[in-house]
């Protein structure tokens, strides 16, 4: 079964509202998940590194106060993009690492169209 | 500087067709290579980690071997349920976050 679990699979959103989605690691704690973006037919980018109990690190060019990072459990991260955008349109994918970095997993993944 | 590339880029083979898809790496001090497999519209998949040079896992149909400059994920007498983009990617130095390569888009026709 999954490990990581990403919720929901598939939102549309209009212009200008906020879109929240989950992340949860299930089978193991997580001080660390991080959040990815896809666009079609290329490779992951990492946007950010969310911290439990602390600020979320960003990469270059993330505008934080577009993507809110929380982490308020050692299960549960999640991101919240504001006043979307149709250039917000894009496969967000959050990721947990088991504490040994023998495996990392994925969550299924969150497809945004901003319409 | 840190790079991770994969080829080819796009791959089609014959049901049967055995092949390898190619990981190249330049990362110092490498903690881990990564292999995923990832659907249309879905997360990565986890495959396989690899830590030193001469290590190979496998798992049904693939197999994955490490040296110092490169992964290899061999394929033997794929069907077309192993159509997928395959991923790899590995943590670049003092991060915790994994550096993805382009993938490579397998498709095998029946």
């Known amino acids: 079964g999954a490990v990581v679990s990403q919720h929901p699979s598939r939102v549309i959103c209009k212009s200008g509202t906020s879109v929240k989605i989950e992340c949860r690691s299930l089978?193991?704690?997580?001080?660390?998940m991080f959040w990815y973006r896809q666009f079609p037919k290329q490779s992951l980018m990492l946007m950010a590194t969310?911290?439990?109990?602390?600020?979320?690190?960003?990469e270059q060019g993330v505008e934080k106060d577009k993507f809110l990072i929380n982490h308020a459990s050692l299960t549960l991260s999640t991101l919240t993009v504001t006043s979307a955008h149709p250039e917000d349109s894009s496969f967000y994918i959050c990721?947990?690492?088991?504490?040994?970095?023998?495996?990392?997993?994925f969550g299924q993944g969150t497809r945004l169209t901003v319409v | 500087e840190d790079q991770v590339t994969q080829s080819p880029e796009a791959l089609r083979l014959q049901e049967g067709e055995s092949s390898s898809l190619n990981c190249s790496y330049t990362?110092?001090?490498?903690?881990?290579l990564f292999w995923y497999r990832q659907d249309p519209g879905k997360g990565p998949e986890f495959l396989f980690t690899?830590?030193?040079a001469g290590e190979e896992k496998e798992k049904e149909r693939l197999k994955a071997t490490l040296t110092k400059k490169e992964s290899f994920l061999h394929i033997t007498a794929p069907k077309p349920e192993d159509s997928a983009t395959y991923l790899c990617?590995?943590?670049?130095?003092?991060?915790?976050?994994?550096?993805f390569g382009t993938g490579t888009r397998l498709t095998v026709i029946p």
């Open positions: 990721s947990a690492n088991k504490w040994d970095f023998t495996e990392a997993f």
């Open positions: 089978d193991f704690q997580a001080t660390t």
């Open positions: 969310s911290n439990e109990g602390s600020k979320a690190t960003y």
């Open positions: 990362v110092s001090g490498l903690r881990g």
């Open positions: 690899l830590y030193s």
């Open positions: 990617a590995v943590p670049l130095p003092g991060a915790n976050n994994l550096f």
